[in-house]
Nanobody
Framework: QVQLVESGGGLVPPGGSLRLSCAAS????????VGWYRQAPGKQRELVAT???????NYVDSVKGRFTISRDNAKNTVYLQMNRLKPEDTAVYYC?????????WGQGTQVTVSS
């Protein structure tokens, strides 16, 4: 059974930092493209960042220079380091793992940026 379990969300003031983690099980993690998506209230889910099995990254423009996606294949875990957080980063963050026609999602973790 495939599971993706996110952790690390919470409440942080503007300008603060958080690191999200997503631990995967049931897949050959190292061959998957992994990514983080987010969904704010009343909005569509959007791509935040992706990381391929070969280390290529992609970020949505709004987080470039502030967020960093990384992976530890030995731990089957993908991370999202979020710095200089803004109120507009408030959303539920979901991790994703995809390979060819297979795609899996975590349950989501809430990130709230507010003073």
């Amino acid at each position: 059974q495939v599971q993706l379990v996110e952790s690390g969300g919470g409440l942080v003031p503007p300008g603060g930092s958080l690191r999200l983690s997503c631990a995967a099980s049931g897949i050959i993690f190292r061959i998957y493209v992994v990514g983080w998506y987010r969904q704010a209230p009343g909005k569509q889910r959007e791509l935040v960042a992706t990381l391929t099995s070969t280390g290529r990254t992609n970020y949505v423009d709004s987080v470039k220079g502030r967020f960093t996606i990384s992976r530890d294949n030995a731990k089957n875990t993908v991370y999202l380091q979020m710095n200089r957080l803004k109120p507009e980063d408030t959303a539920v963050y979901y991790c994703n793992a995809a390979f060819r026609e297979s795609a899996y999602w975590g349950q989501g973790t809430q990130v709230t940026v507010s003073s």
